[in-house]
């Protein structure tokens, strides 16, 4: 398949399954859990205006249980339609959904025209981790409970977070579809700007040429910023992983499926570990119902 990886990475990507992704993923916010309620039965704090120009959101700005969508992409357009729909259809009492913005969000021109350089890309990553940190930490200092949700480059996003900012920087996390630590041969590639896939979610492939859109390129750049890292390294400092939960598939062909070695990493650090059998999208397609389950103690209604 040409270019899954990109698809991984870009708006083209996403818009493919944005119809099966806000069936699924705009249904989670249903119940919070009871114990939740109790603990946090009421905030006094409006959302201040310079949260708000980081974000978009639905719901009562009070809700005691804030669901935090770290967004897939990367994409310089920023998602508002999975939390409209998410209100238009389904029960929303207690639930404050939102989406964070992320730097190229913000401020889209920074990918158009010329290609950034690897070291600008992951600077740009940094920016982006220090706005979803300042969101979370602005709901967790209100007494909230704070659960986040990051599928495919969102993963490496809230994973960078987490080594970053610690693992109890928020309540909860489910991460969909991501790598630990992907194969060289691909982070190298996309800081050229040259995408690749995974066949049968395991051998690495990489397209002859860089992609011919300078954005696309960019957005490739991004990517690498965050796949360079080695998440077993990283996150090893920290004992637990139990808050974690996550998913990933056998023949996963975006991003490869995890080896033996990062499986055994989160088993050594207790992170709940959901396997599937499919690729990148049927993976999200037959999990993500039983992940919101166990990570978030969320049911459908």
Request: charged content about 20%; overall charge negative; glycine content about 6%.
């Amino acid at each position: 398949m040409k270019r899954v990886f990109s698809k991984m990475i870009s708006i083209n990507y996403y818009n493919s399954i944005s119809k099966l992704f806000l069936i699924t993923f705009l249904s989670i916010f249903i119940l919070s859990c009871s114990n939740d309620d109790e603990k946090h039965s009421e905030t006094n704090n409006e959302i201040p205006q310079e949260i708000k120009n980081l974000i978009y959101f639905r719901g009562d700005e009070n809700a005691p249980t804030v669901l935090i969508n770290v967004q897939s992409g990367p994409s310089n357009e920023f998602d508002t339609v999975s939390v409209d729909d998410f209100f238009e259809n389904y029960n929303t009492t207690d639930i404050l959904t939102i989406n964070v913005h992320q730097v190229q969000t913000l401020n889209p021109s920074i990918l158009d025209g010329n290609d950034i350089t690897l070291e600008q890309a992951i600077n740009f990553n940094t920016e982006s981790i220090e706005i979803l940190s300042q969101v979370i930490n602005f709901f967790k200092n209100d007494g909230r409970t704070v659960h986040v949700l990051g599928i495919s480059f969102g993963a490496f996003v809230v994973q960078e977070l987490i080594a970053k900012k610690g693992i109890s920087v928020a309540d909860k996390y489910l991460i969909m579809t991501g790598r630990l630590d992907i194969n060289d041969i691909i982070w190298q590639g996309l800081s050229e700007g040259i995408y690749g896939t995974f066949e049968n979610g395991v051998n690495p492939i990489l397209e002859p040429n860089p992609d011919m859109n300078v954005i696309e390129r960019n957005y490739a750049r991004l990517s690498a910023g965050l796949g360079m890292n080695r998440y077993t390294q990283l996150l090893n400092t920290i004992q637990d992983l139990s808050d974690i939960t996550y998913i990933y598939g056998a023949t996963d062909e975006a991003v490869g499926s995890l080896t033996a070695e990062e499986i055994q990493f989160l088993q050594s650090k207790n992170a709940n570990i959901i396997a599937g059998k499919g690729d990148h999208t049927q993976t999200f397609i037959d999990f993500f119902d039983q992940g919101i389950n166990q990570a978030f103690g969320i049911e459908l209604e």
